[in-house]
């Protein structure tokens, strides 16, 4: 193993948006049993840090991995087309529209209904977005329109967020 392997190529893994979930947690765990500091007990604290190292890398990548907002994010950058959220905040107007209505909804919504059919607009636009993510990236290899999917993605997110945070307060 290296630790300057991409995440893809240390879980052995395809470079694709698509991931097979279990897979990705079984060969975490089998990572993990190689890399665990325990297994260097008897060789010594420089063995034992070099260990941690890669145990450390190896839940950074999983964390990375296991998340689509953060897999697709990461292979936007990967691909030469970094997604660059704070600089770049830049959406079509369409999706300033739908963002605005959801905002007005949320400011409306004042019981568990009103909520809940919010949330379901919102979470049926995230399953829409990460599945056009999923075609721009493994299908179309457009990183770019991707990268811009990405942030949406993470408006949308944040957005799903906040429902969730009044819905906790009321």
Known sequence: ??????DFTLFGLSPTFAQDRAALDARWKALQA???PDRFASQGTAAQRVAMQWAVRVNE???RLKDPLKRASYLCELKGAPIQ????????????MQQMGWREALDDANNDAALDELRQQVSAQRRSTLDGIGQLIDVEHNFAAAA????ALMFIERFADEVERKQDNL
């Open 148 to 151: 811009q999917q990405v942030r």
């Open 85 to 96: 959220a704070e600089s770049n905040t830049a959406m079509p107007a369409a999706f300033l």
């Open 34 to 36: 190689e890399v665990h």
């Open 1 to 6: 193993m290296n630790l300057d392997a991409d």
């Open 61 to 63: 990548a999983y964390q």
